[in-house]
């Protein structure tokens, strides 16, 4: 077994990376497409009399993308940069001290995987071009004694970068809450109670682009991520049936909504498929933070959000367990899943 960055720099793609031609990128769309710019939202205002403004756009930028970037959101620069480092570092480590925690097992608190293999059903032959560095993150206290002790400045940065990646998140939920006409606090407790998870994604350069991916189309399975893309693109958004790429902002994160919300929401917040394509210059490191519910809670469309007759509810409730198990089902395609929840309404004559 060996992770992606462990390979001697390879001149041409092995092999196992090369995807069927319908599922490799265009060239176009390995050009940086700057002619759509997602939202960039200052959240600045977000405590003060700015604060409509803010969550009117969020909920623009929701509703027509499923995707936005956040700046001013409190986060403090050092304590992204230094979560950054540490987690690149820890991709630099030699081989073997990663290779400890290589596991393909979904349910493992911390683990390093390669090629996305995402979990045990993912049995298919296709491997993309990414490292991944999975791990659960918050409650801090309860998880961390699950995280290495080596780089050194791993644990201590992961702490500082998760509790205030989850105040973040608290906050965002609360505007989107108010943004639906919802309780403000209506996300606090099971819907977003689950131990958030991470992926610090690490993805080589690559030596052909155009014959692999980075990540594979697909939608998120919960409430909502906020990912640090650092200064390298990739990540493209599917809008209007075409790829758009997501311009990497200084310390800037990018928020998505996940198929848990658009349920939640009986499909006001849409949860859009999002893709990583590589590139033959430099290595790309992002860090994904996944909010999740409790397992066990029942999830369905909010009723401030259906009324009976006119808007009925379009999914059953389920489990966060459920959801889980439907995800590794679909492999994350969002049409897919949304089928295995959906409610089909007869009309009466
Ligand atoms: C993910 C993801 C995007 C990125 O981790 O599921 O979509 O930019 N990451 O790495």
Not at 22 to 49: F, H, Q, T, W, Y
Not at 65 to 94: C, K, L, T, W, Y
Not at 131 to 147: A, E, I, N, Q, S
């Amino acid at each position: 077994m060996k992770l992606i960055c462990d390979l001697p720099s390879p001149k041409s793609l092995p092999d196992k990376y090369v995807l069927p031609p319908e599922k490799r990128p265009c060239d176009n769309e390995l050009r940086d497409d700057l002619s759509v710019a997602l939202p960039v939202i200052d959240l600045r205002g977000a405590m003060g009399d700015g604060r409509r403004q803010v969550i009117g756009e969020i909920m623009e930028a929701g509703k027509e993308f499923g995707f936005f970037q956040v700046v001013n959101h409190g986060v403090e620069e050092d304590v992204i940069q230094g979560f950054r480092e540490a987690a690149a570092e820890f991709f630099r480590m030699p081989e073997e001290a990663k290779l400890k925690y290589y596991s393909n097992e979904p349910n493992n608190p911390f683990r390093v995987f390669s090629g996305s293999v995402t979990s045990h059903t993912d049995t298919n032959d296709i491997r993309y071009w990414r490292d991944c560095l999975k791990l659960r993150c918050y409650p801090v206290d309860k998880l961390m004694h699950h995280w290495p002790l080596e780089p050194e400045i791993f644990r201590e940065r992961l702490a500082k970068y998760a509790v205030e990646v989850q105040d973040l998140a608290r906050r965002l939920l609360r505007l989107i809450a108010e943004g639906l006409g919802l309780d403000d606090q209506f996300f606090e407790g099971d819907l977003t109670g689950g131990e958030t998870v991470m992926n610090v994604n690490y993805y080589p350069s690559c030596p052909n682009p155009s014959l692999t991916l980075g990540i594979r189309p697909h939608s998120n399975r919960y409430i909502l991520t906020i990912l640090s893309q650092g200064d390298v693109s990739g990540l493209q958004v599917k809008q209007k049936g075409r790829w758009i790429g997501v311009q990497p902002i200084d310390n800037a994160f990018v928020v998505n909504f996940g198929l848990q919300l658009e349920m939640v929401t009986n499909g006001v917040l849409t949860s859009v498929e999002h893709r990583v394509v590589t590139n033959s210059a430099k290595a790309r490191m992002s860090v994904a933070t996944l909010i999740r519910p409790n397992m066990e809670c029942m999830i369905g469309p909010a009723q401030v959000m259906v009324d009976g007759d006119t808007n009925p509810p379009k999914y059953r409730d389920f489990t966060g367990s459920e959801l889980i198990e439907a995800y590794e089902t679909t492999a994350g395609n969002r049409e897919a899943l949304l089928e295995m929840f959906r409610i089909h309404h007869t009309k009466s004559c």
